[in-house]
């Protein structure tokens, strides 16, 4: 193909499947928790199918940019005197993804904390609606991600030549990748209940991400204040930081009971 001749190309190519993955990161941690649920011998495969039907999920929103990217232009207001804003399609979006990603979350915590054992008991009256049911969650939290992904996608690919070809090669790419490594980390994630109460923790704070990344699109204000987004990078570190100290944490609980 032509477009690969093309040095920038390569470099968007590269980059973009790169940032899909590390953006991914986020979406194995969600499937790891959701599929952990279901009998062991039908996690693998909720987790191939919901990641391939994610895949052309994906795909069908790319197809579907040019209206993504027009859902910037705001069709409601809000004008409450301390609180003002203008919502676009892309930051409702945005903003029930949040709430979805705090509520679930929180949901999560407080079965494994307080209910413990509830939803395994009844995953032997309805296993089929549970599998059904976990992989509609793989595609309801892919649809959240990819949104945010798809449009920083836009951002680094304008101006290239055959950029729709780009970004489908990098999701593709990226979901591969991502199909590779679910299954060992909801295993790892599965056998760890603190990685589990930490990575909903950390979903937690990716829907308060969401949040202000959707009050800033809003351009929202508050008591006459923007509202600013929280840098990924802060979120990353931060998460990067705490799985750190938990793994030292693991090794000490394992070398205490050797």
Avoid at 137 to 148: C, G, R, T
Avoid at 187 to 202: D, E, R, T, Y
Wanted: no cysteine.
């Amino acid at each position: 193909m032509e477009i690969f001749m093309n040095p920038d190309a390569w470099i968007a190519l590269l980059t973009l499947t790169f940032l899909e993955i590390i953006l991914g990161i986020d979406n194995i941690i969600f499937i790891s928790i959701v599929t952990g649920k279901l009998p062991e011998e039908e996690r693998k495969r909720a987790t191939r199918i919901g990641l391939f039907l994610a895949m052309f999920m994906r795909i069908a929103l790319l197809f579907g940019i040019s209206l993504l990217v027009a859902m910037k232009a705001p069709f409601f207001s809000i004008d409450w005197g301390w609180f003002t804003a203008g919502f676009s399609g892309q930051a409702v979006v945005l903003f029930l993804g949040g709430l979805f990603l705090i509520y679930k979350s929180t949901k999560e915590i407080s079965e494994k904390v307080d209910h413990k054992g509830e939803e395994e008991i009844s995953l032997g009256k309805a296993r089929t609606k549970s599998f059904s049911n976990v992989i509609a969650q793989i595609l309801l939290i892919d649809l959240i991600f990819s949104v945010d992904s798809i449009l920083t996608a836009v951002g680094m690919t304008n101006g290239v030549e055959g950029a729709l070809y780009i970004m489908i090669i990098a999701v593709v790419i990226s979901v591969a990748v991502m199909m590779l490594f679910a299954v060992p980390v909801g295993n790892f994630v599965n056998a760890n209940p603190s990685i589990q109460i930490l990575g909903l923790a950390f979903l937690i704070l990716i829907g308060f991400m969401l949040l202000t990344e959707s009050m800033h699109l809003s351009n929202a204000e508050l008591w006459g204040q923007d509202v600013g987004v929280v840098p990924k990078g802060y979120l990353y570190f931060a998460i990067a930081f705490s799985l750190g100290v938990e793994f030292i944490n693991m090794k000490m609980r394992k070398r205490s009971h050797s």
